[in-house]
């Protein structure tokens, strides 16, 4: 182990060594087991003989804080005293503090309590699905391929190999108009927003979103100084009349509407389009699971729209593939491309060239559109197994929204419905079902419901699970 010894201070040389290795035990820095340097190698380290560093070894061995073994080395011994308190931990710097913002942000997802037993979870895929075997053999062929010169730094924008293969494939399966050099790779979808966010917006500048939204979006462009205002959405997406004046960015959902599922008609999709050119604002398209689709043609994106260069295009492979592989991309108009590429070397350099190859090679030998379609129909069999029973059995307590895509489904209450939905979901849990409120989702609209994703739990398990969400809502008197 490289040890950090200070040789500052007063006290002969060996004593000095000998304090902070015994400091560094008790403190629980070095653990029982641990191996220390050769007497030789830390005296060469530290520019001093030998003999010093042997004294305090002996000193520290006497005292029963190491423990020699003939062959071995010097080890910290098993029997040594218990750290009072683990400086391991950083200080606590009470006198440092974060921007206000950030003390009320909400908690890392890592940190969620394990998935009930009936997890209606929204934005998670099914794992399950995923063609791992596959996946290993592409990464493994990455890995032996590479050289020490790809060793070094790569290309910000991302391996040329996957920016082609997604102009490609958003090109055919979306009418994206892109070439390679307009794709920018990026660490899921949430680094592409970031980015927008850094080279779009100063503090104070007003931000448009979907009210109810995806909260990650509007939380971030918080966090970067925007003033996020919401706009309401209705049965064709996003009420562009009711944009507020001075908005400089909007954020919208417009394929698959996140959380109620609805698309963006057409007219609405123009009026959009015409409202960004008139204010000379931007729109940022998240087309994060317009993948997955059950029926209906799905409406062009809005990029595909565009003819002044005000859209930039945000898409993921969290929902296609997995959430851990940190896989998303954007296409921006060429005014904007300089910028976004200099904001993302400056945050992260570089994306992992390993799996953005290996990403690659799945798209070119035509596996993700093999693994789409697969996933595609085992989610449809879920989806349309929870629309059947959302309109049989909850018809006096919600009215589902109409959605054919994506990975969830939202439902708000019933006119009339007399309906606590926090205390029906608390209800819920308590009976082994997890699902989410629309009132998570809002900013300021008025939305009550649920929202059900069907991307981690089994067919098997959906009917159970709705069972007992319906013996929840009438165990708390709805009505």
Same mark, same amino acid.
């Given at each position: 182990m490289d040890i950090?010894?200070?040789?500052?201070? +007063?006290?002969?040389?060996?004593?000095?060594?000998y304090r902070q290795l015994r400091d560094a035990v008790v403190d629980g820095r070095l653990a029982a087991g641990e191996r220390l340097p050769p007497t030789r190698e830390l005296a060469l380290?530290?520019? $001093?003989?030998?003999?010093? $560093?042997?004294?305090?070894?002996d000193r520290l061995t006497a005292e029963g804080?190491?423990?020699?073994?003939?062959?071995?080395?010097?080890? $910290?011994?098993?029997?040594?005293?218990?750290?009072?308190?683990? +400086?391991?931990?950083?200080?606590?710097?009470?006198?440092?503090?974060? +921007?206000? &913002?950030?003390?009320?942000?909400?908690?890392?997802?890592?940190?969620?309590?394990?998935?009930?037993?009936?997890?209606?979870a929204v934005g998670v895929p099914d794992g399950r699905l995923f063609p791992l075997d596959t996946w290993r053999r592409l990464v493994a062929q990455q890995l032996r391929a590479a050289t020490v010169r790809e060793g070094d730094y790569g290309d910000p924008a991302g391996h040329p190999g996957l920016r082609a293969a997604i102009a490609r494939y958003v090109g055919v399966a979306r009418s994206v108009r892109a070439s390679a050099d307009d794709v920018l790779v990026t660490s899921g979808a949430q680094q592409a927003l970031d980015l927008?966010?850094?080279?779009?917006?100063?503090?104070?500048?007003?931000?448009?979103?979907?009210?109810?939204?995806? %909260?990650?979006?509007?939380?971030?462009?918080?966090?970067?100084?925007?003033?996020?205002?919401?706009? %309401?959405?209705?049965?064709?997406?996003l009420v562009v009349d009711r944009i507020p004046a001075g908005v400089r960015l909007v954020y919208a959902t417009p394929s698959h509407q996140f959380p109620l599922g609805t698309p963006m008609s057409l007219p609405r999709r123009a009026a959009l389009?015409?409202?960004?050119?008139?204010?000379?604002?931007?729109?940022?398209?998240?087309?994060?699971?317009?993948?997955?689709?059950?029926?209906?043609?799905?409406?062009?994106?809005?990029?595909?729209?565009d003819r002044d260069?005000?859209?930039?295009?945000?898409?993921?492979?969290?929902?296609?593939?997995?959430?851990?592989?940190?896989?998303?991309? &954007?296409?921006?108009?060429?005014?904007?491309? %300089?910028?976004?590429?200099?904001?993302k070397r400056l945050t992260d350099w570089h994306g992992d060239p390993t799996t953005q190859g290996a990403m690659a090679q799945f798209m070119d030998e035509g596996l993700l559109a093999r693994h789409i379609r697969r996933a595609t129909r085992e989610y449809a069999a879920r989806h349309e197994q929870i629309t059947a029973r959302l309109d049989q059995d909850f018809a006096d307590w919600l009215v589902r929204v109409p959605s054919a895509a994506g990975l969830?489904?939202?439902?708000?209450?019933?006119?009339?419905?007399?309906?606590?939905?926090?205390?029906? &979901?608390?209800?819920?849990?308590?009976?082994? $079902?997890?699902?989410?409120?629309?009132?998570?989702?809002?900013?300021?609209?008025?939305?009550?419901?649920?929202?059900?994703?069907?991307?981690?739990?089994?067919?098997?398990?959906?009917?159970?699970?709705?069972?007992?969400?319906?013996?929840a809502f009438r165990a708390t008197g709805a009505g």
């Open positions: 950090q010894v200070n040789l500052a201070g +007063r006290g002969d040389l060996a004593a000095r060594i380290r530290l520019a $001093v003989s030998r003999n010093t $560093v042997a004294a305090a070894y804080f190491l423990v020699g073994r003939v062959g071995a080395g010097t080890f $910290v011994a098993a029997a040594a005293l218990a750290p009072a308190h683990d +400086r391991r931990q950083a200080p606590a710097g009470r006198d440092v503090a974060p +921007r206000p &913002l950030w003390r009320t942000a909400p908690p890392t997802t890592a940190r969620r309590s394990p998935p009930a037993p009936y997890d209606f927008i966010g850094r080279v779009l917006i100063s503090p104070g500048d007003r931000v448009a979103v979907e009210d109810p939204g995806y %909260p990650p979006a509007r939380l971030l462009f918080r966090s970067l100084g925007a003033a996020v205002v919401g706009v %309401p959405v209705d049965a064709e997406g389009l015409a409202w960004a050119k008139r204010h000379g604002a931007v729109v940022v398209e998240d087309d994060y699971d317009s993948e997955f689709r059950f029926s209906d043609r799905p409406l062009e994106p809005l990029q595909s729209l260069g005000r859209v930039v295009y945000v898409g993921s492979f969290s929902k296609t593939m997995l959430p851990m592989l940190r896989l998303g991309f &954007l296409v921006a108009p060429t005014s904007l491309q %300089p910028a976004l590429l200099a904001a969830h489904l939202a439902a708000r209450l019933a006119p009339g419905a007399a309906v606590d939905t926090a205390r029906v &979901l608390a209800a819920a849990r308590a009976r082994g $079902v997890a699902a989410d409120g629309l009132d998570h989702y809002r900013l300021d609209a008025d939305v009550a419901g649920v929202v059900l994703g069907f991307g981690r739990i089994d067919r098997d398990r959906i009917g159970r699970g709705l069972d007992r969400l319906a013996a």
